[in-house]
């Protein structure tokens, strides 16, 4: 059995997302994709950049379609995966 590693414990480098919270990490990558205009994603292919599970992505995401804000969250389609369509409120 192995044990699970705790970088911070001995002494490896913080990633920069390791203080902001997922919907802060979520949201800040959103803000950033969005600068040009909408965007159109399923949580699977952004997954990796935001080091969260598409599970993870999808629960956040109806919290931030439900909350009024700085982004346009909304359910576009459902094909295998729901995709979301986001833009500047």
């Known amino acids: 059995m192995s044990a699970t590693r705790n970088p911070s414990a001995d002494g490896a480098t913080a990633s920069p ?3 902001l919270s997922k919907e802060e990490r979520l949201t800040r990558y959103l803000r ?3 600068d040009e205009g909408e965007m159109y994603f399923k949580s699977k292919f952004i997954a990796d950049d ?3 599970s598409p599970k993870e ?3 956040l995401m109806v ?3 439900d909350s009024a804000g700085e982004l346009s969250v909304e359910k576009w ?3 295998s995966a ?3 369509r986001v833009e500047t409120a």
Do not use: H
Request: charged share 30%; no cysteine.
């Open 50 to 52: 935001v080091e969260l």
């Open 17 to 19: 997302t390791d203080d």
């Open 32 to 34: 950033e994709k969005i």
């Open 77 to 79: 389609s459902y094909t």
């Open 63 to 65: 919290k931030l379609s």
């Open 57 to 59: 992505i999808g629960a």
């Open 82 to 84: 729901t995709t979301w």
